[in-house]
């Protein structure tokens, strides 16, 4: 049987009891023959396998890591253990609708040549080159999308022997979305998706996650493909910078990121996209930043004002 199985869900967590039991038991009814459950745990301190019965065991496999190899190196082992030709990596705690499984089974076979499908998208959109791809990177939104763990399935048979590209780049957090630019980089083409077809339970938007590092470790995509910086600069970067920019102002709105690291971060964004490109380009949230630095109590002022 299992040589008929086409897509593996693979589930990284650590020491998050309620949520992958939750997960889980939201996946197992969904499973056909054509589709494997992957628990990789992340040395959690306690037998991950002591949370499910006998019976959920059976129709699962679980991985536990010798050592806490850290959360990215653990998200990037979804993309090197399963067998399958896909694999859809999912988060423990992005809840999936009734019907998930069977959407993304239905889109890849739908879509066999793809190199990687996004799902939970606004629009739908196709690209097949690598120039009218980073052309979609544009709009932060599309950017944001593809490392998004939860809404993005992978096709191994083409990525696999890339998958060094990707683990390379561990640091920044977004290795999946690195390896499909680098494939994309060297063959010039291939196809990709965002499908406006739900995975994904619509919950209430979390802003409390902690923002610092994640922007810090993201800015490495600059260096990464610096070479190519003429054509980034309004495809690829642009999305980059706006996202980061727009993640820096919530996180001080919020208080979730201290004025010190939110000054760093900023001068870092600005040094790799270039003073001048900033300005020109994101005056507004720029200007914003720059307030709720300088005078952090009429920042609430400002927001108000933004929303009229």
């Known amino acids: ?30 499973l056909t023959d054509e589709v494997e459950l992957m628990i990789i745990d992340n040395h959690s301190p306690y037998d991950i396998k002591a949370l499910f019965s006998l019976e959920e065991l059976s129709k699962m496999k679980i991985v536990v890591n010798a050592v806490n190899i ?37 889109a890849v076979k739908e879509y066999p040549n793809a190199i990687s499908i996004c799902l939970n998208s606004l629009s739908d959109f196709e690209t097949n080159k690598y120039t009218d791809f980073l052309a979609k990177m544009h709009s932060h939104v599309n950017y944001s999308m593809h490392f998004w763990m939860s809404v993005c399935v992978y096709n191994l048979s083409y990525l696999r022997s890339y998958l060094y590209c990707g683990f390379n780049e ?17 063959k010039g083409e291939g196809q990709c ?26 800015s490495f995509v600059y260096d990464i493909f610096r070479n190519d910086r003429k054509k980034m600069l309004r495809t ?22 201290s004025p010190k690291n939110a000054l ?18 994101f005056p507004s949230l720029y200007f914003r930043i720059l307030i709720s630095l300088i005078f952090p109590k009429i920042s609430r002022y400002v927001k108000l004002l933004t929303r009229k």
């Open 1 to 30: 049987m299992k040589q008929n199985r086409l897509l593996t869900v693979a589930i990284p967590t650590y020491n998050r009891r309620k949520q992958i039991q939750q997960q889980v038991r939201a996946i197992l009814p969904q």
């Open 70 to 106: 850290g959360m990215s190196a653990n998200y990037a082992r979804c993309l090197e253990y399963p067998d399958t030709q896909w694999v859809w990596t999912l988060s423990d705690d992005d809840m999936v609708v009734p019907n998930a499984v069977n959407t993304v089974l239905n």
């Open 170 to 186: 561990l640091t920044t957090m977004i290795a999946p979305f690195i390896t499909v630019l680098k494939y994309l980089e060297i």
């Open 193 to 218: 998706l965002m499908l406006c077809r739900q995975i994904i339970k619509d919950t209430e938007k979390n802003t409390s996650w902690e923002k610092t590092d994640f922007l810090i470790r993201v």
């Open 236 to 257: 690829l970067f642009y999305g980059c910078t706006e996202l980061n920019l727009c993640l820096l102002y919530e996180g001080l709105k919020q208080v979730h990121i």
């Open 264 to 281: 760093y971060i900023l001068r870092l964004i600005m040094f790799k996209y270039g003073i001048v490109n900033v300005i020109r380009f």
